[in-house]
Nanobody, 126 residues
Framework: QVQLVESGGGLVQAGGSLRLSCAAS????????MAWFRQAPGKEREFVAA????????YYTNSVKGRCTISRDNAKNTVSLQMNSLKPEDTALYCC???????????????????WGQGTQVTVSS
């Protein structure tokens, strides 16, 4: 069983930064793409960023490109999301997720992920 635990959310003013972290249990962490999704009240869950098992390839939704960086440490079973120049529209519950297929590429939709954390709240004030 895989468990994902997020941390690092909080309240920040527009233009500020936050670093989200996700700690994963399980010995096969390094075989799977990891991603961050977010969901704001009244809105659908949205893909934010993903990083392949090797860490060599990353994907971002257009709205966060240039402002966010996803990274992973396979030795520590962690994945992080550095968020800069935050905007009020970034306000959401941010969840990390593990892909359902090992060694996959281009996994950006929620149905491709089978393990999810509880999420960490990010609130950006204007």
């Amino acid at each position: 069983q895989v468990q994902l635990v997020e941390s690092g959310g909080g309240l920040v003013q527009a233009g500020g930064s936050l670093r989200l972290s996700c700690a994963a249990s399980g010995r096969t962490f390094s075989s799977y793409t990891m991603a961050w999704f977010r969901q704001a009240p009244g809105k659908e869950r949205e893909f934010v960023a993903a990083i392949t098992w090797s860490g060599k390839t990353t994907y971002y939704t257009n709205s966060v490109k240039g402002r966010c960086t996803i990274s992973r440490d396979n030795a520590k079973n962690t994945v992080s999301l550095q968020m800069n120049s935050l905007k009020p529209e970034d306000t959401a519950l941010y969840c990390c997720a593990r892909a359902g297929t090992a060694y996959g590429l281009g996994q950006r939709t929620f149905h491709e992920y089978d393990y999810w954390g509880q999420g960490t709240q990010v609130t950006v004030s204007s």
